[in-house]
């Protein structure tokens, strides 16, 4: 058996063996801690051969593994190579195709990657979003004000390429690790292209951006904090922050987190909002931020092996949770201020279906509706919508 074959071998094994009750990330990492033959190069490149099964698995439910996995390789890489020279030689002279062109010699076409076309938003392209699963998107930073040239700077002193793709965002090739180069949080935040655009409605209306007072601002599903850190840098420090989740190891976390970034938390607590209202039942707030808890379907590009673990089942779960957590923290919003809706899904059901709910219960005006499209741009695909009352 020559390498290439032992590496989709391995590979066999990896997802066979999968139980898809953790990232895959972990799954594959604890397999690897337990196999020390293989090198960085070995490990990088069975790792590759999994996620193209992840990739393009819907399209093929009635092959063996390995039989997609070499589907994978030829519809996922974009010229020839050794690999698929000896996995699959009669494929490797198309393997510089168009990705519609492999499809159609394989008799598939790009709906059959995508198992959800039915809830998928009617403003979302089916094609294009269907071919941003065969690549990985790009990796992106957030370089935060005042620390963009001593950034660069440490880039082109480590030889790590990056384009300029805004004003703090950098595009860097993916898998490229910069953690030991720049102070994460403190100099740049690791936050994709779109997620870094979620409240580009501030941009729009710049007396907002001015504002000599301190706004209070609450993240009710802060997560690791990274909308509040953008918030702080693009309200110029000048909030109030309050942060919540359902778990205090979560929000542990994030307090080493704005530790890290220079940012006071003038409160936080746990709280579940789908069964329960926040302990500030007299506090009202200029901002609040509802970043959801969702499907993440418009991230799965990213993390491929989502796509073969979501149940359609589940996008119902999911939008009927929103509801319930959006309804409880929009009744702390003061009168004039701002309410973000914030999901990383594609699907309607989790988005204009919820903002559609919201309007009506509770009489919002809606200033903003927006999927942020992210498959043309190797980046995630997010949506926002904005309210006032």
């Given at each position: 058996?020559?390498?290439?074959?032992?590496?989709?071998?391995?590979?066999?094994?990896?997802i066979?063996?999968?139980?898809?009750d953790?990232?895959?990330s972990?799954?594959?990492?604890?397999?690897?801690?337990?196999?020390?033959?293989?090198?960085?190069?070995?490990?990088?490149?069975?790792?590759?051969?999994?996620?193209?099964?992840?990739?393009?698995?819907?399209?093929?439910?009635?092959?063996p593994?390995?039989?997609?996995?070499?589907?994978?390789?030829?519809?996922?890489?974009?010229?020839?190579?050794e690999?698929?020279?000896?996995?699959?030689?009669?494929?490797?002279?198309?393997?510089?195709?168009?990705?519609?062109?492999?499809?159609?010699?394989?008799?598939?076409?790009?709906?059959?990657?995508?198992?959800?076309?039915e809830?998928?938003?009617?403003?979302?392209?089916?094609?294009?979003?269907?071919?941003?699963?065969?690549?990985?998107?790009?990796?992106?930073?957030?370089?935060?004000?005042?620390?963009?040239?001593?950034?660069?700077?440490?880039?082109?002193?480590?030889?790590?390429?990056?384009?300029?793709?805004?004003?703090?965002?950098?595009?860097?090739?993916?898998?490229?690790?910069?953690?030991?180069?720049?102070q994460?949080?403190?100099?740049?935040?690791?936050?994709?292209?779109?997620?870094?655009?979620?409240?580009?409605?501030?941009?729009?209306?710049?007396?907002?951006?001015?504002?000599?007072?301190?706004?209070?601002?609450?993240?009710c599903?802060?997560?690791?904090?990274?909308?509040?850190?953008?918030?702080?840098?693009?309200?110029?420090?000048?909030?109030k922050?309050?942060?919540?989740?359902?778990?205090?190891?979560?929000?542990?976390?994030?307090v080493?987190?704005?530790?890290?970034?220079?940012?006071?938390?003038?409160?936080?607590f746990?709280?579940?909002?789908?069964?329960?209202?926040?302990?500030?039942?007299?506090?009202?707030?200029?901002?609040?931020?509802?970043?959801?808890?969702?499907?993440?379907?418009?991230?799965?590009?990213?993390?491929?092996?989502q796509?073969?673990?979501?149940?359609?089942?589940?996008?119902?779960?999911?939008?009927?949770?929103?509801?319930?957590?959006?309804?409880?923290?929009?009744q702390?919003?003061?009168k004039?201020?701002?309410?973000?809706?914030?999901?990383?899904?594609?699907?309607?059901?989790?988005n204009?279906?919820?903002?559609?709910?919201?309007?009506?219960?509770?009489?919002?005006?809606?200033?903003?509706?927006e999927?942020?499209?992210?498959?043309?741009?190797?980046?995630?695909?997010?949506?926002?919508?904005?309210?006032?009352?």
């Amino acid at each position: 058996m020559n390498r290439y074959q032992s590496y989709l071998s391995n590979a066999v094994t990896i997802i066979g063996t999968y139980k898809k009750d953790k990232p895959f990330s972990y799954h594959i990492k604890d397999f690897f801690s337990g196999q020390k033959k293989f090198g960085s190069r070995d490990r990088k490149q069975i790792a590759s051969l999994c996620y193209y099964y992840f990739r393009v698995v819907h399209a093929f439910p009635a092959l063996p593994v390995d039989e997609v996995i070499r589907r994978g390789i030829f519809l996922c890489e974009e010229q020839s190579s050794e690999l698929l020279g000896t996995l699959q030689p009669e494929w490797n002279e198309k393997a510089g195709y168009s990705p519609d062109e492999k499809l159609k010699w394989l008799g598939i076409s790009a709906d059959d990657l995508f198992p959800f076309k039915e809830s998928l938003s009617k403003e979302l392209d089916p094609a294009k979003f269907s071919l941003s699963f065969l690549q990985q998107p790009d990796l992106f930073i957030r370089v935060r004000p005042a620390r963009v040239q001593q950034v660069m700077q440490k880039l082109n002193a480590s030889s790590i390429p990056f384009t300029e793709a805004g004003t703090y965002c950098l595009r860097l090739i993916k898998n490229t690790s910069v953690e030991s180069i720049v102070q994460p949080n403190r100099e740049v935040v690791i936050q994709d292209y779109n997620s870094q655009r979620v409240f580009c409605f501030l941009d729009h209306n710049p007396e907002l951006l001015h504002v000599t007072n301190t706004i209070t601002v609450w993240d009710c599903c802060a997560a690791s904090g990274g909308k509040s850190i953008l918030l702080y840098d693009t309200l110029k420090g000048k909030i109030k922050l309050t942060v919540s989740d359902i778990r205090e190891s979560i929000l542990s976390n994030l307090v080493k987190r704005m530790q890290e970034a220079g940012i006071n938390i003038n409160r936080k607590f746990v709280c579940d909002l789908t069964t329960t209202k926040p302990p500030t039942a007299d506090e009202r707030y200029s901002v609040i931020v509802c970043d959801v808890p969702c499907s993440g379907s418009g991230t799965w590009s990213r993390t491929p092996e989502q796509l073969s673990i979501c149940k359609r089942e589940e996008i119902a779960i999911y939008s009927d949770r929103q509801k319930k957590i959006a309804s409880t923290a929009i009744q702390y919003l003061h009168k004039n201020g701002l309410f973000f809706y914030i999901t990383c899904s594609v699907f309607s059901s989790e988005n204009e279906e919820v903002v559609h709910y919201l309007k009506e219960k509770f009489h919002l005006q809606l200033l903003q509706m927006e999927y942020l499209k992210g498959y043309e741009l190797k980046a995630d695909t997010m949506f926002v919508a904005v309210f006032t009352v």
